[in-house]
């Protein structure tokens, strides 16, 4: 049956520069720091990198996925004049720009109870190198045996023996993804036997290759706020805001590595601790000549670089009012299960003015803590809710 429910992703408006456009730059600044871009010193040729002096703005923006299709990842360099955008420009060649997109910020996800998020990929869609590199560090004979390995089992209890405490794990992939999908976290002997009795199951009446894919998609890998990260595809997205396919050896290192542990080797909270398990991963790769001693070296000595994302769980009214017009027009499983993308009309920078006027404004009317207020801010062009404070 079906293995998974995927979460409906709620964004913001993306911003949209044309030249005319009425923008200041105060607002400009605050669009690139929601959206978690980072400013550099000098030409950005990373996504959601950027640099400015004066009333210019060099850009490099993200790829991201829209109602009507993807957008790739784009470069310009944008003026603003007198609070419009004066001229929009291709760094490179001069051409003019008619239109500039930037992503759109999440706002929050409408989860099952678990929640639980990912992005399913295929295997035909993995890079092979990186099969063999996760292979390599968990399960090198996944093709070989039934769903439990004795070597294996052997091998960790020697080494556990000889270090008086668990340094290594017998579990094949197939015996962790069955502990994942179907049993608890418990450590007991009934357990682990109950594991290995349904991870043969599992072998005997699945392909090997459909196994590895399931995993490839249910494994844990890292938290944002409530949200868990589950799966290579949603990973590589959220670390490193690329598809799984468009990693580096170095990057593809990192995700292998966090396997062992997913929050102990974070490569966004914990880089250090990542970079040497990452060395770990290379080491091995080396060992077993699918890269060479030289690609190595070079792959070890790059620091290790993440992305940031807009911050999610913000702006509760909103997302209120958006939550009770979905329900209106869909069914709450599908939301909660069918992967929708849903794109509303807040403006993240009005939704901004209008806390910090509520704030500011509250105080000065009465000292008494019991007075409340709410703010609704709507296009009188377009009838759009651009802001909702709550009381």
Known sequence: GRIWQLPSHVYARPLELYVGKPITHEQMQFELDYLNYETVSEMPHQPAHYRRWDDNYEITTRGFTFWDGIEQSVSARVTITDGRVSSMLQPYTGESIDLLRF?????????????EDRILV????????????????????????????????????????????????????????????????????????????MAFLLELHYDKRLILETYLNEIYLGQDGR?????????????????LSELGIDEMAMLVGMVKGASFYNPRRQPERSAERRDVVLELMSEQQLITPRQRDILSSRPVKTVKHASAGKYPAFIDAVKHQLQQDYNSDDLRSEGLRVFTTLDPYIQHVSEQAVMSTLPRLSSDQALQAAAVVVSPDTGELLSVVGD
């Open 103 to 115: 992503d759109a910020g999440y706002l929050t996800g409408i989860f099952p109870a678990h929640s």
């Open 122 to 197: 295929r295997i035909d869609d993995v890079p092979d190198i990186f099969i063999k590199m996760l292979l390599l560090v968990e399960d090198r004979r996944f093709f070989e045996h039934y769903g439990v390995d004795p070597r294996s089992i052997a091998r960790a209890l020697v080494a556990n023996i000889s270090s008086g405490r668990t340094v290594q794990g017998g579990s094949t992939l197939t015996q962790q993804l069955v502990k994942n999908l179907f049993l608890t976290r418990e450590r007991t002997l009934s357990r682990k036997l109950n594991e290995a009795l």
């Open 227 to 243: 949200r868990a990260i589950h799966g290579f595809g949603l990973a590589s997205r959220f670390y490193f805001d690329k598809k």
